[in-house]
């Protein structure tokens, strides 16, 4: 089955600061990437996703990308602010098989130092 | 847009006891699914459903747990004689038929004591 690996674990940056969180897939079959953010208390919300026939997608200051050929991707956040505090996870989507379930990573707590 | 909902949002109970959370999804989403997640750690898949027909159960999902989804709409998550670890967060979701983005609800809190 799929394994995504994420990291940081954790990441703690100043506000107006920059912030990468990287992902690492093992299913080829894989073709499908979003991104949840998830508040405490609340359940994960999605803020970014892309598919494996773009290698970059942004969203103002939200950017994620894709290298299929080395199954990584990444979230990056420019010009943070202490509301992006939150716990980001990554996650995948086969094309065959299991076509529903996504695969999570471990989640990066993301602090932003006001 | 009402989005996914969950009910209760917390549960405590104890050891043995029996308890049912509830589900409501987007409406015209015809897939549901339940995770469950643990402090510190993503969301993992329990099961999944496309209308009324439970697809897939994940070995996660021990004979103590059992989910429906009766009538295509909602649906419903029971665990039997709960145990210490079965404290988790559970997480439904919901998607359309191209199975693309999964609304997450807030998810039900439970403690077993």
């Known amino acids: 089955g799929e394994n995504v690996e994420q990291h940081p674990s954790t990441l703690s940056v100043q506000e107006g600061d920059s912030a990468v969180i990287k992902c690492t897939y093992s299913?080829?079959?894989?073709?499908?990437f979003p991104w949840y953010k998830q508040e405490l208390g609340k359940g994960p919300q999605l803020i970014i996703d892309?598919?494996?026939?773009?290698g970059e997608k942004k969203d103002q200051r939200i950017a994620v990308t894709l290298n299929k050929t080395a199954k990584h991707f990444s979230l990056h956040i420019t010009e943070t602010q202490p509301e992006d505090s939150a716990v980001y996870f990554c996650?995948?989507?086969?094309?065959?098989?299991?076509?529903?379930?996504?695969?999570f990573g471990k989640g990066t707590l993301l602090t932003v130092n006001p | 847009d009402t989005g996914v909902s969950q009910d209760p949002r917390h549960k405590i109970t104890k050891r043995g006891q029996n308890v049912t959370f509830r589900c409501d999804p987007i409406s015209e989403h015809n897939r549901l699914y339940w995770y469950r997640q643990t402090l510190g750690q993503g969301p993992e898949f329990l099961t999944y459903f496309q209308n009324e027909a439970q697809l897939e159960k994940s070995r996660l999902l021990s004979d103590r747990f059992s989910a429906e989804r009766p009538k295509g709409s909602f649906s419903t998550l029971e665990i039997q004689r709960t145990e210490q670890g079965d404290s988790a967060m559970y997480l439904c979701?919901?998607?359309?038929?191209?199975?693309?983005?999964?609304?997450f609800g807030p998810g039900t809190r439970l403690t077993v004591t």
């Open positions: 979701a919901s998607s359309s038929w191209t199975g693309g983005v999964a609304a």
């Open positions: 892309i598919r494996s026939n773009v």
């Open positions: 299913d080829s079959a894989s073709n499908y």
């Open positions: 996650a995948a989507l086969p094309t065959r098989g299991s076509n529903y379930k996504l695969t």
